[in-house]
């Protein structure tokens, strides 16, 4: 085996008993290099069995696997191992790592995941894409091997401080940025790019110095991996905090159906067509309701006014108005989202309600202009649908009854 020389920052890796290690950097700093590392080593003790995890990972033999085979290949150890397509097993211990996305193009791995037997090391691979923290817990909690150590390690770019990592291990923590150390049985390691200078090229260490100059925000963020207020690319800039005004004659509700798994919305619009106003209220944001659920919560908050709902829910519109709600299906064709998006940056939004603040501040482009990831975006759509009801139907005025 070649002697491979990590960070004494990492040391916490090898020796530490805490169950979860929060390892974050910024570009060039080595920590993807140093985990796999300290994985490969790992299977060279027995009963080891690791699950790496991505929130997606669309093939792990064409994606993740080589990246590990080439560290192997660097260590000198590659053919001590046997590979596949799903994984990689020491020969002479049979301890394995498994690969998996968490979310694939089948759908949702997490039941899948978290029934794997004998899993006592828990990956999440750029940590910062999961921004469901229930599917975390749910492999979390199946980890829990009686003869092994048990550990979960969350490896990550740091992103916003709405994000569910942040406000779990750092904010409720009493935990600062860059924080290298151990607390309530949370490893915590952060390295950038000067703990890893000697492996980069100099031509990239300049560029980074220049970013510095140039751009000292995206430098703090993207270089030395430092926690955001609000999320790079943003889908809307144009926006405020403030109350919602329930003076306005053009207004109605929107909802979004999320069900079990996902958040169901309703909010509640309002526009000055004149000023260029958009005025938003959270009136619920709750996962895990079923119809009765959500018909209580809207007779509540909407009364009789209309509610505009995502038209993919055919039997759900059916029932909510069979039941006296007065509800009518959203406008949706092909190039339905980004027209709506279109519409509502025209306008100055102001915001009233936690999670949607949340939303604005997380609701990115995946592909600047063309198309928004889909994250952080329960609320947006609800309220989507109300401002396209509003804005482009004929002649709208006020409030509405569907016949």
């Known amino acids: 085996?070649?002697?491979?020389?990590?960070?004494?920052?990492?040391?916490?890796?090898?020796?530490?008993?805490?169950?979860?290690?929060?390892?974050?950097?910024g570009r060039g700093s080595g920590k993807s290099f140093a985990v796999t590392v300290f994985l490969a080593l790992l299977t060279y003790a027995l009963d080891n069995r690791i699950l790496f995890t991505r929130?997606?990972?669309?093939?792990?033999?064409?994606?993740?696997?080589?990246?590990?085979l080439e560290k192997l290949e660097l260590m000198g150890v590659s053919d001590n191992f046997d590979v596949t397509k799903v994984d990689i097993k020491n020969k002479s211990t049979e301890s394995s790592i498994y690969f998996s996305g968490i979310k694939t193009a089948?759908?949702?791995?997490?039941?899948?995941?978290?029934?794997?037997?004998?899993?006592?090391?828990?990956?999440?691979?750029?940590?910062?894409?999961l921004v469901d923290e229930e599917s975390f817990d749910k492999i979390d909690f199946s980890i829990r091997s009686k003869d092994a150590t048990n550990r979960c390690l969350l490896i990550l770019n740091p992103t916003t401080k709405e994000?569910?990592?942040?406000?779990?291990?750092?904010?409720?923590?009493?935990?600062?940025?860059?924080?290298?150390?151990?607390?309530?049985?949370?490893?915590y390691i952060h390295t950038t790019y000067l703990d890893n200078i000697e492996n980069l090229s100099e031509s990239f260490v300049q560029q980074l110095e220049q970013m510095k100059i140039r751009r000292p925000d995206k430098y703090k963020?993207?270089?030395?991996?430092?926690?955001?207020?609000?999320?790079?690319g943003v889908?809307?800039?144009?926006?405020?905090?403030?109350?919602?005004n329930s003076e306005m004659k053009l207004t109605c509700y929107g909802l979004d159906i999320g069900f079990s798994r996902d958040e169901s919305v309703l909010t509640e619009v309002s526009v000055d067509k004149i000023r260029k106003i958009i005025w938003v209220k959270e009136h619920f944001y709750k996962k895990g309701l079923v119809t009765s659920n959500i018909y209580d919560l809207c007779v509540r908050h909407a009364g009789k006014n209309l509610i505009v709902i995502d038209s993919s829910e055919p039997r759900l519109i059916s029932e909510l108005s069979t039941r006296g709600l007065n509800v009518t299906p959203c406008m949706k064709?092909?190039?339905?989202?980004?027209?709506?998006i279109a519409l509502m940056q025209d306008y100055n939004i102001v915001i009233q309600g936690e999670n949607l603040?949340?939303?604005?501040?997380?609701?990115?482009?995946?592909?600047?202009?063309?198309?928004?990831?889909?994250?952080?975006?329960h609320g947006v759509d609800s309220m989507r649908y109300a401002i396209e009801y509003l804005l482009l139907r004929t002649n709208p005025k006020g409030s509405y009854v569907v016949s």
Do not use: C
Request: aromatic fraction near 14%; hydrophobic fraction near 35%.
């Open 333 to 340: 064709k092909k190039g339905s989202i980004l027209a709506g």
């Open 163 to 187: 994000h569910w990592i942040y406000q779990r291990f750092f904010q409720n923590r009493g935990i600062p940025d860059g924080f290298n150390g151990t607390k309530d049985g949370v490893t």
């Open 221 to 232: 963020h993207q270089i030395m991996g430092g926690w955001l207020q609000r999320a790079e």
């Open 106 to 129: 089948s759908g949702d791995q997490t039941a899948k995941l978290k029934s794997i037997a004998g899993v006592n090391t828990f990956v999440l691979d750029e940590a910062e894409e």
């Open 55 to 68: 929130y997606t990972m669309s093939s792990a033999g064409m994606s993740i696997i080589p990246e590990f």
């Open 357 to 377: 603040v949340k939303e604005f501040n997380n609701y990115v482009w995946d592909v600047r202009g063309v198309k928004p990831r889909d994250a952080y975006n």
């Open 235 to 244: 889908v809307f800039t144009d926006w405020q905090m403030g109350q919602f």
């Open 1 to 25: 085996m070649n002697s491979v020389e990590l960070h004494d920052k990492y040391q916490p890796l090898f020796h530490s008993d805490s169950r979860y290690f929060v390892i974050t950097g």
